[in-house]
């Protein structure tokens, strides 16, 4: 399972730090990404992170949010600077993981909230 932390309540200009741990019967987690929903909103990717590093950001957050992963803790970060109003959204982090069962599977941490006023 994924489990995410850290949203929270900022001013417009301020940063956050999102976390996302897996845990569970893992081999081995490929793509990481972190999505994030506002309300009346689809879902949107905000960044993705393969396990060799190589990373793509959504145009709206390049050069203001950094995405990277720590393979050891199994964990997948976003950093936030800069935020917008419109950076508010339920954010929710994904990963592409083989259990040690070798069965593949997509899976959804359960959203942190992300509020920034102005």
């Known amino acids: 399972q994924l489990q995410a932390s850290g949203g929270g309540l900022v001013q417009a200009g301020g940063s956050l730090r999102l976390s996302c741990a897996a845990s569970g019967s893992i081999a081995n987690i490929n793509v990481m990404a972190w999505y994030r929903q506002a309300p009346g909103q689809q879902r949107e990717l905000v960044a993705r992170i393969t396990s060799s590093g190589t990373t793509n950001y959504a145009d709206s957050v390049k050069g203001r949010f950094t995405i990277s992963r720590d393979n050891a803790k199994k964990t997948v970060y976003l950093q936030m600077i800069s935020l917008k109003p419109e950076d508010t959204a339920v954010y929710y982090c994904?990963?592409?993981?083989?259990?040690?069962?070798?069965?593949?599977?997509?899976?959804w941490g359960q959203g942190t909230q992300v509020t920034v006023s102005s």
């Open positions: 994904n990963a592409d993981i083989l259990s040690r069962t070798l069965r593949r599977g997509d899976y």
